[in-house]
């Protein structure tokens, strides 16, 4: 499956492989993690980091240079004990290769996943007093059976000479080939968990050389963890400095062309030719979900299409798609936001009195609406708003205009299609459902 990079992540991949492109050549120990908020696409990152790094290649022998293992700490975290579920990834991982792989590529897995079996019975075998590598060579049965912990093993020496020698197994596999741990969703498991997991991947992968540990955290939350741990007054950096090198840090990243093709479902639902766009619509994807995480972009997305099958009928134009877009990204700014709270909504002025909507995307529609609007003026009575007459050719941004207008109408500006204006039956039609979008959005989280 291909991956579709809509946030630009790309040049963020680069850099990370060559980061461990350069430990690689240097064969260096080297734990670092890639830091960013909740949501904002760190899993997305590593996932196409593995993708990529995995077909590199060594120069001289064409066969694989990294061996690249995937550590979901939430996923594992039914083995109390963290290492065990360290290596049960690992051995996972190796198994999935085995499975796909052929020829000396496969030989390589084959024997980085013997390996990572006697590490899993050394590590069995202090838990519960035997080996059951030895009796029998597989834990497929793994998951089906929880280990149950009842004591801390930390407090017994023969747990410390099996980390040991899982240490010393590990630098089998990373003699000839660089080890790369990818360690994702560490802030999804509870705050003595996450803990546990830092130390036991320091207690057996620090110092093996030719092994890089990438860490994908919420820097934030983890030292509020470390606090909760360990006390208010601890100077989480320094605590934080014994597990990690150094970090990189992922904001939310910059829409691209490749938006569309992410939601294909959703964008589906609307038909691009019934009006002129006259922007690009990469332009007002950036401008809407600006400072919105990916994970919360594709719950935006998600609302928006379970809301227009529930009353829309037909293929509507694209200004209809921006109404909607846009109206749920002000719900997400403001989630108590009131159905007659005034929202002057004018050419001139775009979105300028909804203060919780972000400047980029006022400034955006003020813009547009600046540039392709034309309009004549109507005279009305005193006291009513100023009324403004959208003629030339009607495209998105003047439908945008209107529709949001309409929906929000108030004393200021007001802005009329000319009758005889082409398809004003269907327009009228539209914002009837967009009303009927916009009273839903309310009654649906």
């Given at each position: ?361 006022q400034e955006f529609f003020k813009e547009i609406f600046d540039v392709h609007i034309s309009y004549g003026y109507a005279p009305v009575s ?64």
């Amino acid at each position: 499956m291909n991956i579709i990079d809509t946030l630009n992540r790309k040049q963020f991949v680069d850099r990370l492989i060559n980061i461990v492109d350069v430990l690689s050549k240097s064969k260096k120990s080297c734990t670092f993690a890639i830091n960013g908020e909740w949501g904002c696409g760190k899993s997305f990152v590593l996932d196409m980091f593995e993708k990529r790094i995995a077909d590199y290649q060594d120069e001289d022998s064409a066969i694989d240079k990294y061996l690249v293992f995937h550590y979901n700490c939430w996923k594992y975290d039914y083995y109390e004990e963290p290492s065990i579920a360290i290596v049960s990834a690992m051995l996972d991982t190796a198994e999935n290769y085995t499975n796909i792989l052929s020829g000396e590529n496969k030989e390589i897995w084959l024997t980085a996943k013997e390996i990572i079996l006697d590490a899993a019975g050394e590590l069995l075998k202090t838990k519960i007093g035997f080996n059951p590598v030895e009796i029998k060579n597989t834990l497929k049965q793994r998951h089906k059976n929880r280990i149950k912990e009842k004591n801390n093993y930390n407090k017994y020496f023969e747990f410390q000479v099996t980390l040991e020698k899982c240490r010393g197994l590990f630098n089998k596999i990373a003699k000839d080939r660089t080890l790369v741990i990818v360690v994702d969703e560490l802030d999804r498991c509870l705050p003595e968990y996450a803990i546990r997991v830092l130390e036991r991947l320091h207690h057996m992968f620090d110092g093996v050389e030719n092994t890089v540990v990438i860490l994908a955290v919420d820097k934030k939350q983890l030292e509020h963890t470390v606090e909760c741990i360990f006390g208010q007054k601890t100077i989480t950096n320094n605590y934080l400095k014994k597990f990690i090198s150094f970090e990189l840090s992922l904001d939310n990243g910059e829409i691209n062309k490749s938006f569309i093709n992410k939601y294909p479902e959703y964008f589906s639902l609307f038909d691009e030719n019934l009006l002129d766009i006259k922007f690009s619509t990469e332009e007002i994807f950036k401008a809407l979900f600006v400072g919105i995480d990916a994970r919360n972009q594709d719950k935006i997305i998600e609302k928006a299409m379970l809301l227009h099958k529930l009353v829309f009928n037909e293929k509507p134009d694209y200004a209809v798609m921006c109404v909607e877009l846009l109206w749920l990204v002000m719900l997400y700014h403001d989630a108590v936001i009131d159905f007659d709270k005034k929202i002057t909504v004018s050419k001139a002025e775009g979105f300028r009195e909804f203060t919780n909507l972000r400047n980029e995307t006022q400034e955006f529609f003020k813009e547009i609406f600046d540039v392709h609007i034309s309009y004549g003026y109507a005279p009305v009575s005193y006291g009513s708003a100023d009324t403004y007459i959208l003629n030339g050719k009607i495209g998105v941004p003047e439908m945008i205009l209107w529709y949001f207008t309409m929906i929000y109408p108030n004393k200021v500006y007001a802005y009329s299609l000319m009758e005889g204006t082409p398809n004003l039956k269907d327009f009228k039609k539209r914002l009837e459902s967009l009303k009927s979008f916009v009273k839903l959005s309310f009654l649906i989280v």
